[in-house]
């Protein structure tokens, strides 16, 4: 929550001045003298990675001006966020009445704090240097699964003589990022041997699934000057890692009518596919078949039309050569008529 509001309220380029802190024997802290300063991203650094309660209270020296109030931040941060089983004592963590949570709420907390990505580039470091400050100083994380699987990308390892030992981690193994939570562990073996049992049983409940085979057809456009409809077909699957339980759908974008010239595999359209509503990807679709560019003959209605068109200018020219016969006809009778007068 710390590093959450320091996110939120502090530029990460903005220097703050160490305040004097006294830490205990058994305390994690980076070593900093009281009024130097560093930039709130190497306090962040010294934070995450070493637990440094030192920097910690400078963080919340900087973002409120001072412990207690920093703490009321903390908590009105809690209850905005929905963490309804969270309360904070002091910005560092240490063992009191007041500062507990879950593993539910840490887990809401770790992945609100995920959506920043200066936080997923700090925990994900196995070690760095803070420049800031009166001396350079090379930090290490304590986060010793991330050391170990090359998954795990983040995210707080933490020790109390009251929590035990505890670590919120975080991995993403063939696209799909976990987060799991650890609290009250015997040691830093059994919080890292329980964190990857248990992401090992999330990632069981994923495997890959498809919403369409390749060149399976999705669609059919109409098609100008033909009574066949033009199969759409999709031009590869798209595999994605998910649940049983998640929804997988594909929606198709195609054009309402087709006119040739078409060759068969030319894109016409795509489909969009969905999990539980969320877009993970596009596939082309494509012809099923080629189409040719339509002759005068189709553009004016086919052959039956033609046919009759043709039809009906004979019968016309059959009239007209009737018409003109009984003419002719009558114009004869009438000459003769006129010669016997």
Not at 80 to 94: C, Q, V
Not at 117 to 130: D, K
Not at 239 to 262: K, S, Y
Request: overall charge negative.
């Amino acid at each position: 929550m710390t590093a959450f509001l320091a996110l939120r309220e502090l530029p990460l380029d903005r220097t703050i001045p160490v305040p004097p802190y006294s830490a205990a024997p058994a305390e994690s802290v980076a070593g900093l003298i009281e009024g130097e300063r560093l930039t709130v991203r190497d306090l962040l650094v010294a934070m995450l990675l070493p637990s440094a309660n030192d920097a910690a209270a400078t963080v919340a020296s900087g973002v409120s001006g001072s412990q207690e109030a920093f703490v009321t931040e903390m908590n009105a941060a809690a209850a905005d966020l929905g963490l309804d089983r969270t309360s904070f004592a002091n910005p560092i963590g240490l063992d009191d009445p007041l500062n507990f949570s879950t593993a539910a709420d840490l887990a809401d907390l770790t992945l609100e704090l995920r959506e920043d990505r200066t936080f997923r580039e700090i925990v994900a470091m196995p070690e760095a240097t803070l420049r800031s400050g009166a001396v350079e100083r090379v930090v290490v994380t304590r986060n010793t699964l991330l050391l170990a699987d090359p998954s795990v990308d983040g995210v707080k390892t933490g020790h109390t003589t009251e929590a035990g030992y505890v670590l919120v981690a975080s991995a993403k193994r063939e696209g799909v990022p976990l987060v799991s939570v650890v609290l009250g562990a015997a040691s830093e073996a059994a919080r890292d041997a329980e964190t990857a049992e248990l992401l090992e049983y999330g990632y069981s409940l994923y495997e890959e699934r498809s919403a369409f085979r390749e060149e399976e057809e999705l669609a059919s456009a109409p098609v100008s000057y033909e009574e066949t409809p033009l199969g759409l077909l999709a031009r590869r699957e798209l595999p994605v890692v998910a649940r049983e339980d998640q929804e997988l759908e594909a929606e198709v974008d195609a054009p309402p009518i087709v006119e040739g010239p078409i060759d068969r595999g030319e894109r016409i359209g795509r489909a969009t596919v969905t999990l539980d509503g969320e877009v993970v990807g596009t596939v082309p679709l494509v012809a099923a078949r080629g189409i040719a560019e339509p002759t005068w003959v189709d553009r004016i209605g086919g052959p039956l039309v033609v046919a009759g068109i043709v039809a009906l200018a004979v019968v016309i020219l059959l009239a007209v050569a009737l018409v003109l016969r009984h003419r002719a006809r009558d114009s004869g009778r009438r000459s003769a008529a006129r010669r016997r007068a």
